[in-house]
């Protein structure tokens, strides 16, 4: 096999993983809006839902949320399945630590859908759901540098400070995001409100909130001192620092809303995915792509937005 097929397999893979950021972030945004309309319990058996694939009689919002929920986590799984056999079946023109990673990416999803069994048939605790989401983001994470470490030139690297830099502000946001699900799924927020208890979590959430959004800014304006490779990268860092202040601006308002807002609070769950997307794919991201790639591209796509 030449070379340059090596590379196709390396751009399918990358094209496969990045439908795959797409239905996990899809996936944790459907996790939260299902926690948000209280719809966790909607199908109360697992992995069916009233016995069957499809619950046609039993059909609502919350019974389709959570459904579709477990759908989406099931596509997620096989397409991790997919990836793993065709990294299996090719290992030889791969990266030595591409099945590692590919298997250990396999392994997550299983933990996932144990935790998912659990949160239903445990009827939901607060620790289970809070590291069901704790796992998703995970993956998120993994699968979103994945794609872009399959798309750079093998064994280029950014700059070790932006790898350094990147990391800890992807770091930051997952932290910041388990705070913010486990305040939700103890209801800390309404039990502080209405009863003055739990409010220590309420109180972390928004405490990290301003560290870890320096955090962020910094990864964000270095590049403009330091210039080169890291400086082009402007449109992306740009469209990290607008999610952190619309992030920002959601959770302030989903407060002053008093959490009666369930678009608010998923929309404040989309753009925590989003970030943790977006800071792990530039985190990953190389500074010189292959020319082998670019002329194996058959067209661009909206679900590449760092792979240009």
């Known amino acids: 096999m030449s070379a340059v097929s090596s590379h196709q397999i390396r751009w399918r893979l990358a094209q496969l993983t990045a439908h795959l950021v797409v239905a996990l972030v899809a996936l944790v945004v459907i996790g939260g809006a299902t926690r948000v309309m209280e719809a966790g319990l909607a199908c109360p058996d697992w992995p069916l839902c009233y016995g069957s694939f499809y619950p046609g ?5 919350q ?3 959570e459904w579709f929920h477990r759908l989406d986590a099931f596509v997620v799984g096989v397409t991790l ?6 990294v299996l079946t090719w290992r030889s023109k791969l990266p030595v630590w591409l099945p590692w990673v590919s298997a250990f990416l396999v392994g997550l999803v299983i933990v996932q859908g144990g935790l998912g069994a659990l949160t239903v048939l445990d009827l939901l605790p607060s620790g289970l759901v809070t590291a069901h989401l704790g796992v998703a983001l995970l993956l998120l994470a993994i699968s979103s540098g994945l794609s872009q470490s399959l798309l750079g030139l093998p064994g280029s690297k950014g700059p070790l400070w932006w790898r350094l830099m990147g990391g800890a502000a992807l770091g930051g946001v997952v932290y910041q995001s388990l705070l913010g699900g486990k305040m939700a799924t103890s209801w800390a927020a309404e039990r502080c409100a ?12 928004f405490g990290s909130a301003v560290p870890v959004a320096m955090l962020v800014l910094a990864f964000v304006l270095t590049p403009f001192f330091v210039g080169g490779w890291p400086r082009s990268q402007w449109p992306f860092l740009i469209s990290t ?6 992030q920002i601006f959601l959770g302030i308002s989903t407060l002053n809303f008093g959490l009666s807002q369930p678009s608010l609070t998923v929309g404040h769950q989309l753009v925590a995915a989003l970030l943790v997307a977006l800071l792990a794919a530039l985190t990953f991201r190389a500074p010189k792509e292959s020319s082998a790639f670019l002329s194996l591209q058959p067209e661009s796509s909206f679900l590449e937005p760092c792979h240009d």
Do not use: I, P, Y
């Open 241 to 246: 620092l607008g999610l952190v202040v619309l």
């Open 57 to 61: 009689r039993q059909m609502n919002l």
């Open 63 to 65: 019974v389709f949320l």
């Open 194 to 205: 209405t009863a003055g208890v739990a409010c220590h979590w309420l109180n972390w959430h």
């Open 81 to 86: 399945l997919v990836q793993l056999g065709v």
